[in-house]
């Protein structure tokens, strides 16, 4: 908002009085003199009689008292001789009377001639030329304040300049001539923003107030001036105490003006304009009220024919915006609409101010359209965005910023404003050029603004959502750090008390959400929801924005309850949904948004807890939302997805054939909708096959099936290529490649990670009869080679690629694409989808730690530091990292004998685990399950039909096997005698107890065991060495056996922890005498003990570095949430797996995990058995010995005794291959020693 432009140089207030006349004679007021009576008065007289008319004019503002006295001082000057020595006076006066014409009626070249003139004709050593140099350089400043030429400004400066240095210090006429060379200062900097401009102006204009005693009647005016560069100061560099002096001589300035005065208009204009200032720093509605009636006293007091009425109007309606967009009243802004349009109504087109109050109107629009919706407000807020000078084009698009000069201190305001309008056309209709013209704009917004400035908090935040908008357009996360880093520095440059750091801080908190779904640090989104909250916490109850911020607080807290499952966070995200919606008047246009994420978060709470209220409350918003939302509406689609979503969930539920009508009606309607290139696309026709499978399954009808299909293949084509650093692609997009459909066959070549789920989705519904048939698809080459290890970014953390395989349900997905293989007999494609889907976090983990023997020594050893620094030493910058690591692979690939490094396998690779002997692989979907048997390297996989085996069925058994195991209270590895020993509750039968675990291993070994060892028998298979791979995965064991045996002696490590808890309080049984027995077996200096109080996480770790076969008899704990933190309790402290997979283990072999829980997997890993075990065939071992649950005290020893007697038997060094046979060894003679089935069936041997 501008203040109004001081008057001090400019007309009659430089007469009279600045030059000594006196003006004693009464006012004739209102031109009650004729032009006759003074028509045959003398000279001298009639110049009398004018000043008379001068002075009524100054008391009075009457226009017709100006007209006389400008009349009279005409006629004068016309009758006086060139070479008269008034002529210089009665020039000046006649030239004051024109500029202040001007000033009323915008006469303007007439003023400066005639002052022109008179300084010309005033010698150099004249008492009276500083106060005519004063008069002339008033016209040109009123010149240039009306065209904008500098060169009016420099002459008006000299002329200033010229009568500053005429007029004595002790010269009464000393103020006034200060402060006009300090008005010009203060104009130069406004237009060139030179801060020694500034200074200077503020330095006259305070000398100018000091030299004006406090009763004299240019004491308000000076004041003014000087409020106008404390005004200037403060916004430049955001000091309060410059606002505060400037409110404080505004309002002495106001004191100061009579009622009746006709400056007090402009007074209290300034007055309102500083308390706006106010008002936006401090955010006191009281200050906005008064801002706003000291604007409505202006603009009541400025006739409608003042030159000065357009910039009052536009105060008053810049006030009206804030009253708005601080309380939501609609007729505020219609209101300020309406002012804005008189304003530039009322301004020439070629006037200088004319761009900026074009651009209020158009920001007055904008706010129209967000609120309304309408079209025509958002083309018009262009249009007048756009509007040039006559030689530019009228549908060019710098139009405003056209007017404005390059060097225009406003200029960088004005392409802000126009970046505003650009984005808003971009949101509507989705022109990339818009969006990229107003990332344009904005850059040199930012650009054109000095560090020091208080603008540039907002031209920095609004780069930072456009590169956010580009972002979410292009997902290029380069736009994504840029939009974060300027969101950072927005808050950071904005003051503690200013009004508009909360607005930057959620925009802060955006971005935060935003690099939380790409790369999925839950850093990100803590602090996200940190920022959110202050942001609430922040606004008042009565804020028109609450409910927009309260709807961003309810996103974070979706997203942390997506992400951890607490359901408080979902508690929390619904209560903030609710209150968004409640505050929210019915008719208002973002109503139907607010509603929706009422609706999303009641649907999330209904998948949860199952309770039909909340589905029905879901559906009832979700169908609010989509009435109150336009045809035309670009958020319509997304809704009536939702809608069809909560139909989907209903019929589901109750089974009305109503609602799964309604569902695939709304989701055909909202493809309807989305354009051909909307990146959303491909997930609507996702979302429309499923429909189309559900009327299938119900109906029956091949048509609904082959239309799920097809549409799931125009979501293949549609789906753009993902950043190989999203974490949620296929939460966004799932997936698009290259695949061939044709009438006769279906062929899918699959060259890169993110076509995967889709493609699976497709073969899945190929599973359907009708579909399945080899003619109507060929799968030879299906998924090959598909990058699953890239799919969950190595730049990101474990944690997060866990996290993302339990929300992409790869094992569910890659399950249905197996049988599809298997039912088509394409046994190789079947192990390879088994490979790559189900065995992903071991592939992840295990390439972060392989054998680099094979590659160069260059290669291998920065192939070494990338993986340390991505996964082990944390960096700063994992994308970075990842990307170098990324570069380096594709270049060892080229390398001849290294084309598979670290990448999937084909099964010319994986067959060649079965050298050892046959490899049995399961997998369980909901159609059947299947085994499917690797013979030797040389010949097909073979099928294994398990007929009787179902999903149901297995989740029987396990739910019988954790039920027998509770009864034997197994869980964990206690430390007390009783419960080590394993004693039965009272009311529980031995005999009970052993017939069901009779009874589950009988039926075991007649579904599952016996079919294999049929299919084995008939290839002539009857002993030797068998694997079975129920979540294992080839790779790893392909990795197990090509580890090259350690040349030098193996050394061993042995650990007993015989206490835990604090300071040892507990002690466990059975652990001396286990290490006992092993050191009685392998003798000194083969091998290194750590034993009771020895056995601490820092010793631990470094015999785990040394020592290639370890032994840890010890508790172990699994963490079910975040497998990586499954740990192994030591003495005083814990060493977690996480730490164990960051160590560089090149010794290591063999490790025997003799405590509870080492082999006990995380069951929503997607089949994976990813446990201590795991974890340290993982980190580097070859092979391991470990626990499903808690093994009894009197079984370690014993086990322990015979496996290490048989690896070290007859004095040879022990082989990680003979492991196995000396686990089976110990375990029969557990057996022979007839104890109960749950203490020897949990010992497993893993790897080789």
Not at 1072 to 1101: F, Y
Request: hydrophobic content about 35%.
């Amino acid at each position: 908002m501008c203040t109004e432009a001081d008057t001090v140089t400019q007309g009659l207030q430089n007469t009279g009085n600045n030059e000594g006349d006196t003006l004693d004679d009464p006012s004739p007021g209102n031109g009650l003199l004729s032009r006759e009576f003074v028509a045959d008065l003398e000279l001298t007289t009639k110049m009398e009689i004018g000043k008379i008319f001068v002075q009524a004019y100054r008391n009075g503002g009457d226009l017709n008292d100006l007209e006389v006295a400008t009349l009279i001082f005409k006629e004068v000057v016309e009758l006086t001789p060139v070479d008269h020595p008034n002529r210089p006076e009665w020039l000046q006066y006649l030239a004051a009377c024109l500029t202040s014409r001007y000033r009323r009626l915008g006469d303007m070249e007439a003023a400066l001639q005639t002052d022109q003139e008179a300084v010309n004709l005033t010698p150099a050593d004249d008492p009276h030329r500083a106060g005519r140099l004063e008069n002339l350089a008033g016209s040109f400043t009123a010149r240039y304040r009306r065209f904008g030429d500098l060169k009016d400004l420099d002459a008006a400066l000299q002329s200033h300049g010229e009568a500053v240095d005429l007029t004595p210090v002790n010269h009464p006429n000393r103020a006034s001539q200060l402060q006009g060379f300090a008005s010009s200062l203060a104009d130069r900097y406004q237009r060139l923003g030179d801060l020694k401009d500034l200074e200077a102006a503020l330095k006259g204009h305070q000398e100018s107030v000091d030299l004006t005693p406090a009763d004299h009647p240019d004491r308000a005016r000076r004041l003014q001036s000087l409020t106008r560069s404390l005004t200037d100061r403060y916004r430049r560099f955001g000091a309060l105490k410059d606002l505060e002096a400037a409110l404080q001589w505004d309002q002495e300035a106001v004191d100061l003006t009579p009622e009746d005065h006709p400056e007090r208009g402009g007074r209290l204009h300034n007055l309102a304009v500083s308390l706006t200032d106010q008002y936006q720093r401090l955010g006191d509605p009281k200050v906005l009220e008064a801002a706003l009636q000291r604007h409505q006293e202006a603009v009541h007091l400025t006739p409608e024919d003042h030159p000065n009425r357009a910039i009052r109007l536009q105060g008053r309606a810049e006030s009206l915006t804030d009253q708005y967009r601080r309380l939501g009243d609609l007729e505020d802004l219609e209101a300020a609409a309406q002012k804005f349009e008189e304003v530039v109504g009322l301004t020439p087109v070629d006037h200088p101010d004319r761009p900026g109050r074009v651009q209020s109107l158009a920001m007055c629009l904008t706010d129209r359209y967000h609120r309304l919706g309408n079209l025509e407000d958002l083309e018009a807020a262009l249009q007048g965005d756009q509007e040039a000078v006559y030689l530019t084009p009228a549908d060019h698009p710098d139009r405003v910023v056209d007017l404005t000069p390059g060097d225009h201190p406003n200029r960088a305001k004005r392409l802000q404003n126009l970046a505003v309008s650009f984005k808003d056309r971009y949101q509507t209709l989705g022109d990339l050029k818009d969006l990229e013209a107003a990332l344009q704009r904005n850059q040199e917004a930012v650009d054109l603004t000095p560090v020091d400035h208080p603008d540039l908090a907002g031209q920095v935040q609004d780069l930072a959502v456009s590169f956010s908008d580009r972002y979410k357009r292009l997902g290029n996360v380069k736009d994504l750090k840029a939009a974060l880093q300027r969101h950072q520095k927005a808050v950071h440059l904005t003051p503690v008390d200013h009004p508009d750091r909360v607005k930057r801080l959620q925009m802060l908190a955006v971005s935060l959400t935003d690099q939380y779904q790409r790369l999925g640090d839950l850093k990100d989104l803590e602090s996200a929801l940190q920022t959110e909250q202050e942001v609430v916490d922040l606004t008042p109850q009565d804020h028109p924005d609450r409910s927009r911020r309260l709807k961003g607080l309810a996103v974070s807290f979706t997203h942390r309850y997506r992400k951890l499952g607490d359901l408080k966070d979902l508690d929390a995200a619904l209560q903030a949904h609710q209150e968004a919606v409640d505050l929210t008047p019915t008719d208002h246009p973002t109503r139907a948004e607010y509603l929706q994420g009422l609706a999303s978060s009641l649907a999330d709470r209904y998948q949860r807890l199952g309770d039909l209220k909340d589905l029905e409350a879901a559906l009832q918003g979700h169908q609010e939302a989509v009435d109150l939302t336009p045809e035309n509406h670009p958020d319509r689609a997304e809704r009536l997805q939702s809608l069809s979503a909560s139909f989907s969930d209903r019929y589901r539920r109750l089974g009305d054939l109503k609602d799964l009508e309604h569902a695939l009606q709304r989701d055909q309607e909202a493809l309807h909708l989305t354009p051909v290139d909307h990146p959303g696309r491909a997930t609507r026709l996702q979302n429309l096959a499923a429909s189309f499978k559900d009327w299938y399954q119900i109906l029956g009808d091949l048509k609904d099936l082959e239309a799920a299909l097809q549409r799931n293949k125009e979501a293949v084509a549609l789906t753009p290529r993902s950043p190989p650093d999203h974490p949620n692609w296929a939460d966004r997009s799932i997936l698009k490649n290259q695949e061939i459909f044709n009438s006769s066959t279906l062929t899918i070549v699959i060259p890169s990670k993110p076509r995967y789920f889709l493609i699976l989705n497709c073969l899945g519904v190929l599973l359907y009869d009708g579909l399945h048939s080899p003619k109507n698809f060929s799968l030879h080459t299906v998924l090959l080679p598909i990058q699953l290890p890239d799919l969950l970014w190595l730049g990101h953390t474990i944690h997060v690629r866990q996290d993302a395989i339990r929300r992409l349900d790869i094992g569910k997905t890659g399950s249905a694409a197996t049988r599809a293989c298997v039912k088509v007999a394409d046994l190789i494609s079947a192990v390879q989808l088994l490979e790559q889907g189900l065995a992903t976090t071991f592939q992840q983990i295990l390439q972060l730690k392989s054998d680099l023997d094979i590659l160069p020594p260059e290669q291998a050893e920065l192939l070494k530091r990338l993986s340390y620094e991505l996964y082990g030493g944390k960096p700063d910058s994992p994308s970075k990292v990842a990307r170098e690591r990324q570069e380096l692979l594709q270049a060892i690939h080229k390398q001849p004998g290294l084309e598979h490094f670290l990448l999937p396998r084909p099964y010319t690779v994986l067959c060649h685990a079965s050298q050892g002997g046959p490899v049995v692989i399961l997998n369980s979907h909901e159609d059947a399950c299947d085994g499917i048997i690797i013979l030797n390297p040389t010949t097909e996989p073979v099928h294994v039909a398990l007929p009787n085996v179902t999903l149901d069925v297995l989740q029987s058994q396990h739910t019988a096997l954790k039920e027998l195991l509770s009864r034997c209270d197994v869980r964990s590895r206690r430390e007390s005698a009783s419960t080590r020993l394993f004693g039965y509750p009272e009311g529980f039968a031995l005999g009970t107890i052993e017939g069901n675990f009779t009874d589950l291993l009988t039926w075991l070994w007649n579904n599952v065991v016996e079919p294999v060892y049929q299919v084995l028998a008939s290839h002539e298979i009857h002993n030797g060495r068998l694997w079975w791979l129920p979540s294992a995965t080839l790779g790893s064991l392909l990795e197990a056996q090509a580890k090259k045996a350690s040349k030098t002696q193996h050394r061993v490590g042995v650990v007993g922890v015989t206490h835990t808890g604090l300071h040892g309080a507990n002690h466990l049984k059975g652990v001396k005498e286990e290490v006992e027995k092993i050191c009685s077996i392998v003798k000194d200096p083969n091998r290194e003990c750590l034993v009771g109080e020895e056995a601490t996480p820092t010793a631990v770790t470094d015999l785990l570095q040394h020592c290639s076969w370890v032994h840890l008899a010890c508790h172990g704990v699994q963490d079910l949430i975040e497998p990586t933190k499954s740990r192994l309790i030591l003495y005083d402290g814990v060493l977690e797996l996480e730490t164990i997979l960051r160590m560089p283990l090149s010794n290591a072999e063999f490790v025997f995990l003799a405590a509870c829980q080492t082999a006990m997997g995380d069951a929503e890993l997607v089949n994976e058995s990813f446990h201590l075990g795991g974890g340290f065939i993982a980190a580097g071992f070859c092979g391991a010995i470990g626990t499903l649950w808690s093994m009894n005290d009197q079984d370690g020893p014993v086990v322990a005794e015979h496996v290490y007697s048989h690896l070290f038997r007859d004095g040879r060094q022990p082989h990680a291959s003979d492991a196995a046979e000396a686990l089976q060894l110990a375990v029969n003679k557990l057996k022979a020693q007839k104890v109960p089935y749950q203490r020897w069936i949990p010992f497993i041997h893993m790897g080789i």
